[in-house]
């Protein structure tokens, strides 16, 4: 009996290893914020300088690639779906223990904050705590906002997601979607504009005050209580608090509870409180913003938060928060799309690209050891090959065919020209160009950018740019990932 139970113990506990160990990594909810944790992980300790905290208004809103190369330094972007303030809060602490920004840039906004335990908000907040490590502190705040019968599903997304478990298991799901704008936090996308009807609705929405229909002359206690717990978590941590209010249409009439005197409100706050406030909806026309700029009345799109984006590092920079210049950091260089350059000439950069080894000879003068792609936020996207020994032309001499056939779930992101023969593939071709670093040897060449982030399977295929001869076989690079 005693070694029955020993055992019916033993097994209790590997099921709950692979389930919390290895299954739930593999049915993680595939979100943009999990994709930011992921690269947040990239990063030391002292070298994020600012973290946006908030809603889809903020992920929407502040993109780190337009805000870091203004001000020189980097910040990450930690908005997620109908992140509430009682979220915001517990991420914060988290963060502040592993990294030491300089500042902390907090949307206030009333809709996520007037109905904190919503049941639709409750859903949206293990978006985040999926990503955070599981402990005491983890558990005893989602047992306050979640029942006993909810627990296995909030704690477990191989149970939660059980439904999903095919499409997770080979692949077929994915959050980004054509013509989307990605970038350390930020997603957003260039084409989604607002509707007529909205337009028609808000025709003076940056000239005339909608009247309200009553006045909250103080914030909701409880709302009031969580960020001041932010603002004494921050000071605790010796760190710099910003609030923000993102561009929203319905600024002098909120369904949700007053957001006209929901700002005033916070502006006091901010006053009591020695904390700067930028409500950028007391800036349409500084900023400026029009309807093409806005997504739907509570976003900006991609092109709105340019505008934001830039807006703002001209404000952290009148401001003075003393931020460390980074441009002489090598990761911040690496983060810069126009430095390609400077990757390829630093051996510490350039080997964290997405690559892999290789062995492959093309011809005797031509053999490639290792691949590499470098797709930063650009028109066009890199593919660089290192040689063996350095070649005795200029490259030019040679065309190279990419390709590159994505796994199935990103399979919409092929080429229109791809998808108008039928092709399960995008298909490029590269006069590449040989670059010698010190040395190491390289043949670089250009495709044009996408959205594309895992490759099912990557082939290159050699040819001599005067006879077209192709070898054979192509060089096969597998399976590959450019995140």
């Known amino acids: 009996m005693k070694q029955l139970l020993l055992k019916s113990i033993l097994f209790t506990i590997i099921v709950l290893v692979l389930l919390f160990g290895v299954m739930d990594r593999l049915f993680l909810t595939n979100t943009h914020f999990n994709r930011t944790m992921r690269e947040l992980n990239r990063y030391e300790a002292d070298e994020v300088d600012i973290f946006f905290c908030g809603s889809s208004h903020v992920f929407t809103a502040f993109n780190p690639e337009i805000i870091d190369k203004e001000l020189h330094l980097n910040s990450m972007n930690l908005g997620s779906g109908a ?47 999926d990503n955070l490590e599981n402990s005491v502190k983890k558990l ?14 909030v704690l477990s997304p191989t149970i939660r997601n059980h439904k999903d478990w095919n499409d997770r298991i080979f692949g077929k799901f994915d959050f980004i979607k054509e013509n989307d704008v990605y970038n350390r936090g930020f997603w957003n996308n260039n084409e989604v504009r607002l509707k007529d009807s909205d337009k028609q609705h808000y025709k003076n929405f940056n ?22 717990k932010i603002d004494s978590i921050i000071k605790k941590h010796n760190k710099n608090l910003m609030f923000v209010s993102t561009p929203y ?32 909806n007391k800036q349409y026309d500084s900023l400026p913003l029009d309807f093409s700029d806005f997504k739907d009345v509570a976003h ?25 210049k980074r441009q002489k950091d090598s990761l911040w260089i690496e983060e810069q799309s126009e430095n390609f350059e ?17 062995m492959y000879t093309a011809w005797d003068s031509l053999q490639v050891k290792k691949f590499y792609i470098h797709s930063k936020p650009s028109n066009m996207s890199k593919i660089i090959l290192e040689l063996k020994s350095p070649l005795q032309t200029t490259g030019e001499e040679y065309i190279i065919q990419f390709h590159g056939k994505p796994i199935e779930a990103q399979k919409q992101f092929i080429s229109s020209e ?3 023969k039928g092709r399960d593939r995008n298909i490029w071709y590269g006069r590449p ?16 950018a996408t959205q594309i982030t895992a490759y099912e399977t990557i082939l290159l295929y050699f040819q001599d740019a005067k006879t077209l001869d192709v070898v054979q076989p192509p060089l096969i690079i597998g399976s590959i990932s450019t995140l």
């Open 83 to 129: 992140q509430n303030l009682e979220t915001t809060a517990f991420l914060i602490n988290e963060i502040l223990e592993d990294y030491n920004p300089k500042l902390i840039v907090l949307d206030v906004f009333p809709g996520n904050n007037y109905h904190l335990n919503a049941p639709t908000a409750k859903g949206f907040q293990l978006e985040v705590f």
């Open 433 to 448: 160009k040989a670059i010698r670093v010190k040395e190491r040897f390289f043949l670089v060449f250009e495709i044009p």
């Open 342 to 358: 400077y990757v390829l000439k630093t051996p510490k950069l350039l080997d964290r690209l997405p690559g892999t080894k290789v």
């Open 249 to 280: 249409l319905d600024w002098y009439k909120d369904p949700n509870g007053n957001y006209y005197e929901f700002t005033t409100a916070i502006q006091r706050m901010s006053d009591s409180l020695d904390v700067p406030y930028l409500n950028f």
């Open 300 to 324: 900006v799109n991609a092109i709105g938060a340019e505008k934001v984006s830039q807006f703002f590092a001209g404000y952290i920079r009148e401001k003075d928060f003393l931020l460390k």
């Open 418 to 420: 791809a998808k108008s």
């Open 207 to 228: 000239s005339t005050r909608y009247s309200y229909d009553t006045i909250r002359r103080s914030i909701p206690k409880k709302v009031k209580d969580i960020i001041i």
């Open 140 to 153: 005893k705040y989602l047992r306050s906002l979640y029942s006993v019968r909810e627990f296995p599903s």
